[in-house]
């Protein structure tokens, strides 16, 4: 019987720098759903890789004395080196400067144009250089790009643009008639009524203020748009053809079964995408599913904020299948996921030491010390409990498999992976309720207690072998402990399958060993700049390499005594916004201020008077050291201190977030 197909991509990760643990837990989504479909039985194809066109990266490039191509071969290194490291099994790892890639986006441009799709015009907008897009002033937020936050800039060019608006109306129609196209639904609903309702604006298919690009064969001034080029990597890197001649893996993989790609460019691949395929007369992909964020506390991780973690820093700390295990399991389905030290720690020593370590190591040393190391399949239901806790064992057991697969259809990821452990809490129980170390001091009980400790091998036996789509190594190195081979899907619901007299492993390791959440947050205070101009926000980048002649050149100053990380954390640092200040009477360095911080109002008295003016501070968001002993100056209580960094002139300057956060955050 010939296997069904399942054709899954990532987003193609943009070759600017490194990839962070955000953008890293993409690939690992796909990683984990395109192992599952494996273990279903499908003939899978995962696909990924690297988009490296573009303005931003033409830049770069030239800020680091690099030729585009040097750049983005180094950056693509990094990319592949963390995929890797992850134990990520993609089958093609596709880069936008393959030439056979760079052949068909030439071929599909002048297609689409030739047969009236694309047309010249002239393009003027706000531009946002980060995101490589146009915006009308009505669309941006705040006077910023409504995409990535960055600031915009008039810009005014000769330009290719393709007919959104001729393929509206086919596309809303099949956006109703197939509801699993966007996931999740909240997804479909922000695109209707917010870009397709309301109409398509043209799409601007080509730029000339930059020449790293795809040029266009029949206006060389031209190179083709970054989404033209990017977006066609998913048929491109299988093997389509503009001219009809598709590769044998096109015709069996297309359409995509699943489009993985970040909420923040849902627009694009549920917009542009579907209506370019619709043009070049190609079926569409069967699902897009915008995953969303992982957020370091309640921001999106960013190198411009300071905020980042990478995937080889966590590897370094918890291992690789520790890291994969946590950014799946704290991404919900729909809502952003939140990552952190403490919670990493936390999650490592309670479901991988607590629940799954320690019951893999003490089944193999029971099965040792009491058995020989041999696992005896033999029955003995001579008393009534028996039956009950092998029974409710075998349920939990049973049921897993069929609720982690109804979950991994769904793209809950999360969710099947709770139910994994759900097998491994209840083998602990288990445990706990039949006694094993008591019955083993009974002869007479000999035969209860083979048939206990088999059972708990069966068990964990499935479990991991659902495992392993997550956490692949850890997966095989319990079935190694426990003498087994990985179950087929086939298999997951029948119980008793483990052969009877499988030995075990000899000597029992521990495959996570609860972890000092001190030590490691020792070591984590070590890897991470505590300066104020972190805590602020400001790029480090921005800090070294900032060209401006109007910044104030370094300044050092005399050390002070190294601290203990435990000391800084008694510091509770917030953001605030000033909402009224005045001058102190009778003093001319003091000024009064009023500071918004959360829900509550603080009092603070600075002596800043000297270099700014009580209304230029009025709506100014500030940095507040607020668990400051509150004190008495000039006859008025200050209840915390702003702060300040000093020139070397020993002017003052107000430290404020670098990117608009909320009153009352903490800063870390």
Not at 147 to 156: L, M, P, Q, R, W
Not at 305 to 310: F, I, P, Q
Not at 597 to 608: C, D, N, Y
Request: charged content about 30%.
């Amino acid at each position: 019987m010939e296997k069904k197909k399942f054709y899954i991509t990532t987003a193609i990760a943009y070759a600017s720098g490194k990839p962070h643990i955000g953008n890293t837990y993409e690939i690992i989504l796909a990683d984990a759903i395109a192992r599952f479909k494996r273990c279903q039985g499908y003939d899978v194809y995962f696909m990924t890789g690297s988009d490296e066109h573009g303005q931003k990266v033409e830049s770069k490039a030239v800020e680091a004395g690099k030729t585009p191509k040097e750049y983005v071969d180094e950056a693509v290194g990094r990319i592949k080196t963390i995929w890797d490291l992850m134990d990520t099994s993609y089958d093609k790892f596709m880069r936008t400067t393959d030439s056979d890639h760079e052949l068909q986006v030439q071929k599909i441009f002048k297609k689409l144009y030739e047969q009236g799709d694309i047309y010249k015009s002239k393009y003027e907008g706000m531009y946002c250089t980060a995101c490589e897009n146009y915006f009308t002033k009505s669309q941006l937020k705040e006077g910023k790009c409504p995409d990535c936050g960055s600031e915009v800039h008039n810009a005014e060019e000769e330009a290719y643009f393709f007919k959104m608006s001729k393929y509206a109306d086919r596309l809303i129609e099949h956006i109703n008639s197939h509801p699993e196209f966007i996931q999740p639904v909240s997804r479909k609903n922000e695109m209707m009524n917010n870009f397709l309702l309301p109409g398509l604006q043209d799409l601007c298919v080509s730029r000339t203020s930059f020449t790293w690009g795809i040029p266009v064969v029949f206006d060389p001034g031209h190179v083709t748009y970054v989404w033209l080029d990017a977006l066609t990597n998913y048929i491109t890197g299988i093997g389509y053809d503009c001219d009809g001649n598709h590769s044998e893996l096109f015709k069996r993989m297309w359409p995509a079964d699943l489009h993985l790609i970040g909420k923040d460019i849902v627009r694009f691949h549920t917009i542009y995408w579907p209506i370019f395929l619709m043009a070049l007369d190609i079926e569409l992909p069967k699902q897009v599913f915008g995953h969303p964020w992982l957020l370091q506390g309640e921001n999106k991780m960013s190198k411009s904020k300071g905020n980042v973690l990478y995937a080889d820093t966590l590897v370094d700390f918890f291992g690789v299948d520790a890291v994969r295990y946590f950014v799946l399991h704290e991404m919900p389905f729909d809502n952003d996921g939140t990552i952190g030290w403490d919670l990493m720690i936390e999650r490592y020593n309670s479901d991988l030491a607590n629940v799954l370590g320690n019951l893999v190591s003490r089944t193999v040393s029971m099965t040792n010390k009491y058995l020989g190391g041999v696992l005896v399949d033999t029955r003995d239901d001579s008393e009534p409990s028996h039956i009950e806790y092998d029974r409710e064992l075998k349920d939990v057991v049973m049921l897993a498999a069929e609720k982690a697969n109804a979950k991994m259809d769904e793209l809950r990821v999360a969710d099947a992976l709770t139910e994994i452990w759900a097998i491994f809490k209840r083998c602990n129980k288990y445990i706990d309720e039949t006694t094993p170390w008591i019955l083993a001091k009974d002869e007479s009980k000999h035969a209860r207690l083979e048939n206990i400790l088999y059972n708990i091998a069966e068990a964990i036996t499935i479990g991991a072998s659902l495992l392993e789509s997550f956490m692949p190594e850890t997966a095989r190195d319990i079935l190694y402990e426990l003498g087994a081979e990985k179950r087929c899907f086939e298999d997951m619901d029948r119980f008793g399958l483990l052969p009877n007299k499988t030995r075990v492993a000899r000597e029992g390791r521990i495959l996570f060993a609860r972890m000092d959440a001190k030590e490691v947050m020792a070591r984590v205070a070590k890897l991470q700049d505590l300066s104020i101009t972190a805590c602020s926000d400001v790029p480090a980048e921005d800090a070294v390499n900032n060209k401006d002649e109007n910044r104030q050149k370094s300044v050092d100053i005399e050390p002070k005594p190294i601290i203990e990380y435990d000391d800084f954390v008694k510091l509770q640092l917030q953001v605030g916004e000033i909402i009224k200040c005045e001058e102190v009477k009778k003093s001319k360095k003091l000024l009064c201020s009023q500071i918004k911080i959360g829900s509550a109002t603080r009092q603070i008295v600075s002596g800043i008077r000297k270099w700014y003016k009580p209304d230029e501070l009025v709506g100014k968001k500030v940095l507040v050291l607020v668990n400051l002993k509150p004190k008495e100056i000039a006859g008025i209580i200050s209840e915390g201190m702003i702060l300040c960094a000093e020139d070397d002139a020993g002017g003052l300057s107000v430290m404020s977030p670098y990117n608009e956060v909320k009153c009352g955050a903490e800063v870390l």
